[in-house]
């Protein structure tokens, strides 16, 4: 099975830090990758997305940094905040092969004030 | 607020029985996405359906099968319950068929099976 690797499990974060959570894909073929972010009882949201012609993209306190010969791409949250502390995905897909999205199985975040 | 709604939010059910899960898109979403999210296997995809059609299909079991209705809700009927089907089931939508559209989340069902 196509997989996408996650890391950590868990990470608490004193607030004003930075978060940095891991993912590390096999598919060559990806070339989407979403972050999606899920706080308790809700459905998880869109957070923010790469595609590999860059290697990195912002959006405010978000960042995700892309590897593509590594084969890994990573979020950052810069700034942490106790409203962050959410659990995060990863995923990937192919856009060209329109295969659905795989997920990580997710970080908890926790940040501490 | 998505504005995906799912119902039931709970559903609590015996080994055997079959359930139907109920979805509706956000208004204008033609594409539905089923996943189901369990503690040990984390968020997988089940399957797609775009203005009626079926589009994708991913893990999702034989005892499982969905269908997308005119009015674009769809139902993910679940036969034969068995304990490992204890999850949260996630529908989402979309404007367009790809993958890479955004997909808005509703806020789930949660299934379990005693």
């Known amino acids: 099975q196509q997989q996408v690797k996650q890391s950590p499990q868990s990470l608490i974060v004193q607030k004003g830090g930075i978060s940095i959570i891991n993912c590390a894909y096999e598919?060559?073929?990806?070339?989407?990758f979403p972050w999606y972010q899920q706080f308790p009882g809700k459905g998880p949201a869109l957070l923010i997305a790469i595609r590999p012609d860059v290697s990195e993209k912002k959006e405010g306190r978000f960042t995700i940094s892309f590897n593509k010969s590594a084969k890994q791409f990573s979020l950052h949250i810069m700034d942490s905040q106790p409203g962050d502390s959410a659990t995060y995905f990863c995923?990937?897909?192919?856009?060209?092969?329109?295969?659905?999205?795989?997920f990580g199985k997710g970080t908890r975040l926790s940040v501490i004030a | 607020d998505s504005g995906v709604t799912q119902t039931p939010k709970h559903l609590i059910t015996a080994t055997g029985q079959r359930v139907t899960l109920r979805c509706s898109p956000r208004s204008g979403d033609l594409s539905v996405y089923w996943y189901q999210q369990s503690l040990d296997q984390g968020l997988q995809f089940l399957i797609q359906?775009?203005?009626?059609?079926?589009?994708a299909k991913g893990n999702i079991l034989e005892r499982f099968s969905a269908q997308q209705f005119p009015d674009l809700h769809s139902e993910l009927n679940l036969s034969s319950l068995e304990l490992g089907d204890s999850a949260l089931y996630f529908c989402a939508s979309s404007a367009h068929p790809t993958m890479e559209d955004e997909q808005y989340f509703g806020p789930g069902t949660r299934l379990t099976v005693t």
């Open positions: 598919n060559t073929a990806f070339d989407y």
């Open positions: 995923a990937a897909s192919s856009w060209s092969g329109n295969t659905p999205l795989v």
């Open positions: 359906y775009y203005n009626g059609e079926e589009r």
